[in-house]
């Protein structure tokens, strides 16, 4: 049975494996230290900056983990909520259990004007469900300028 809860601080380790995993994987394409994970997962778990943690779990398996976050966007007028990464474990794939996650964000963030989300080319799997719910790509690429 798949539920969403929380992130709470002792499941550091087991959000963290899978942090380090989904890092590692071509849903990303670029590196990010192991310090700056860590400090993620604590402001979620502590709710500050806006980001809230979640745990996906499969009966009592942490089975993925997502971060969702949410600001005003200017090209939409309004609430934007950014789902921030939403990872499963290889054996929780293909059940569901992403469709269930992303309609669950959808009705516990109500009034958004916007969804949005980051997919690489080199993750087809993730972009097909997405673009199952309804998500468009935008034609623009991101720059960043990173203050560590």
């Known amino acids: 049975m798949f539920r969403i809860k929380k992130m709470q601080e002792n499941d550091c380790d087991s959000v963290l494996n899978m942090v ?15 310090e700056t994970l860590t400090r993620t997962f604590k402001a979620a778990v502590a709710g500050d900056q806006g980001l809230d943690g979640y745990k996906l779990m499969e009966g009592e398996r942490i089975c993925g983990y997502c971060y969702v976050t949410e600001y005003y966007a200017c090209e939409v007028g309004g609430k934007n909520v950014m789902i ?3 990872y499963f474990d290889p054996s929780a794939r293909n059940k ?4 269930e996650m992303l309609n669950w ?3 516990s963030y109500p009034g958004a004007k916007r969804y949005r989300l980051e997919v690489t080319d080199d993750n087809p799997s993730a972009r097909r469900l997405y673009e199952r ?7 623009y690429g991101q720059m960043v300028r990173d203050v560590l």
């Open 20 to 34: 380090m995993a989904f890092y590692d994987s071509p849903a990303v394409s670029h590196t990010v230290s192991k």
């Open 84 to 86: 921030e990464e939403l």
């Open 96 to 99: 569901g259990y992403g469709t």
């Open 105 to 107: 964000i959808f009705k």
């Open 133 to 139: 719910l309804g998500f468009t790509a935008l034609d």
